[in-house]
């Protein structure tokens, strides 16, 4: 079981980058995805969800209306499309993995995680 986050990197204010988190060894359609971030110093927070039924997405306050989070089930891929970058934004990211259960925005109660993925908004 592994999941595999990938796309970060150096990207100035307002600008814009896309995370995927590809999935091996588990059924990945009856999986709810989260996307956590975790700046230096600081807990790990929730950042999106998107749920393995319907595809309900949900955001952290502090993301809406820039990110988007989606998924493909004939991939094994969750994404996240990050527009408008800030400063704030830079941590590294978490995708996270739950069965059959709706997104939460606690760390607790995700079955596995991928190795993160470092984020830098920077001029």
């Known amino acids: 079981v592994q999941l595999q986050a990938s796309g970060g990197g150096l990207v100035q204010p307002g600008g814009s980058l896309r995370l995927s988190c590809a999935a091996f060894g588990f059924t990945f359609s009856s999986y709810s995805m989260g996307w956590f971030r975790q700046a230096p110093g600081k807990e790990r927070e929730f950042v999106a969800g998107i749920s393995w039924s319907v595809g309900t997405t949900y955001y952290a306050d502090s993301v809406k209306g820039r990110f988007t989070i989606s998924r493909d089930n004939a991939k094994n891929t969750v994404y996240l499309q990050m527009n408008s970058l800030k400063p704030e934004d830079t941590a590294v990211y978490y995708c996270?993995?739950?069965?059959?259960?709706?997104?939460?925005?606690?760390?607790?109660?995700?079955?596995?995680w991928g190795q993160g993925t470092l984020v830098t908004v920077s001029s």
């Open positions: 996270a993995a739950r069965l059959l259960k709706a997104v939460v925005v606690s760390t607790v109660g995700y079955d596995y």
